[in-house]
């Protein structure tokens, strides 16, 4: 794999803006509202796509990084529960860069004995904006912040990250344990981390979610998760299936894999739209950012485009002069052109968007095997058509949604069964 999250694509918001003329009759304020509406757009356009700054990645650098990140938790400015391993012990040893993208850095490691992902949403940890308690002098400080605090302002950031109001007691994931000789360190490098909204999701996600990969650790501003191959357009099923018994193109082994990763895909869109309290959105669907354990399990391994409802309803909610301009990625809103409004509603799905991106490419193609029926794959491929189009274009996705999920999910179990009945 050349990455193990996925390459960024273009930008898809489109706006029309650029002549002011156009904009509200030329008024002024009507156009400062757009560029507001559009600055923020920008900003979650770099933030999904910063491959248009990428880097050249190399491991000459990347070394550089580690070493840096070993001088400052050396001197105490960060802490964290991998970096013995990395800096000290030599159980966590760098094997390869994988990208860079806009100060985003992610590096393959070996760690005791296990790969493993090193991802930090910036190169250097004097990069983050440094925690407000933390900013006087040591001895002025020491090492007793007050608790209450400290957890407003960590309820803050994962707010700003994610939208979630979340109490005290949801926030065990992202509290740093228990105080020590380096508190100093421990709460900075925690800010660091909460600053960064792929952490923060994927430590809301610990132990409650087999579709998110889990932190395995952190040290300073670098958090360690599991290393898993990426898919890719390149592979002919869209993932590795190297786990597949006798698996080989048109063959049972492979079509019985693409049948318990579609099952998996379907109980992961069931998972993200009723499991939290907030449904959660997928607006950057591919294959670069899933990947496949060796039971099948579909796993999100970049969540950097991913909302939950509060969330996704600030970014939806911009102005626009058609519903081109409510268009953010793979999430979709529409224009009321009566106050140049997109709504806040999603009007897309997930599952929508996994049938046209993954569905098709697989139940497409299939027709000509010959290890299941031409009967039974002609009546997954209507399905899948159904489902990436509910209804047309005056259908309703949210809607047809539950009908169609229910369609694929009996088919692909139908598969599975006829296959299994093929091998007696």
Not at 306 to 314: G, Q, S
Request: aromatic residues 8%.
């Amino acid at each position: 794999m050349a990455r193990a999250a996925g390459a960024r694509g273009r930008p898809r918001r489109r706006g029309r803006c650029g002549r002011c003329g156009r904009c509200g009759r030329g008024a002024l304020l009507a156009c400062a509202a757009w560029t507001a509406g559009w600055v923020l757009a920008a900003a979650l356009v770099l933030r999904a796509h910063p491959g248009v700054l990428s880097e050249r990645c190399t491991d000459e650098k990347s070394r550089r990084i580690l070493a840096a990140l070993c001088r400052d938790y050396e001197g105490g400015a960060l802490v964290g529960d991998l970096c013995e391993d990395l800096c000290a012990a030599g159980r966590l040893r760098y094997r390869r860069c994988l990208y860079y993208e806009r100060g985003k850095k992610v590096l393959q490691a070996d760690w005791r004995g296990r790969p493993v992902v090193l991802k930090s949403k910036e190169e250097a940890f004097a990069s983050f904006r440094p925690l407000s308690l933390l900013e006087g002098p040591a001895e002025e400080g020491g090492q007793d912040f007050p608790e209450a605090e400290l957890l407003l302002l960590v309820a803050g950031e994962v707010r700003s990250a994610l939208g979630l109001e979340l109490p005290a007691s949801g926030l065990g994931a992202l509290w740093p344990g228990r105080r020590g000789p380096r508190r100093r360190g421990q709460l900075a490098s925690l800010w660091a981390l909460l600053q960064q909204e792929e952490f923060v999701l994927f430590s809301l996600l610990q132990d409650l979610s087999r579709h998110a990969l889990p932190v395995l650790g952190s040290c300073g501003h670098f958090y360690a998760v599991e290393y898993l191959a990426a898919g890719s357009p390149r592979h002919r099923a869209l993932f590795p299936l190297d786990g597949a018994a006798g698996a080989s193109p048109g063959g049972r082994g492979q079509a019985k894999a693409v049948s318990d990763i579609a099952l998996s895909f379907l109980d992961m869109v069931s998972h993200f739209d009723n499991d939290f309290s907030h449904r959660l959105h997928l607006c950057d669907v591919k294959p670069e950012n899933f990947a496949i354990r060796s039971d099948f399990t579909v796993v999100a391994i970049d969540v950097d485009m991913a909302f939950f409802e509060p969330k996704m309803r600030e970014i939806l909610e911009q102005n626009c002069t058609g519903d081109e301009d409510c268009n953010f990625f793979d999430c979709f809103s529409k224009c009321d052109l009566r106050v140049n409004k997109c709504g806040a509603q999603r009007v897309n799905s997930n599952l929508q968007v996994i049938c046209d991106k993954i569905f098709r490419h697989w139940f497409a193609s299939t027709l000509k095997s010959s290890a299941i029926s031409f009967q039974l794959q002609l009546q997954l491929w209507e399905a899948v058509q159904e489902c990436a189009d509910p209804g047309g274009p005056a259908g309703n996705p949210q809607r047809a949604a539950p009908k169609v999920f229910w369609k694929l999910q009996r088919l692909l179990r139908a598969t599975l069964r006829e296959l299994q009945e093929a091998e007696k």
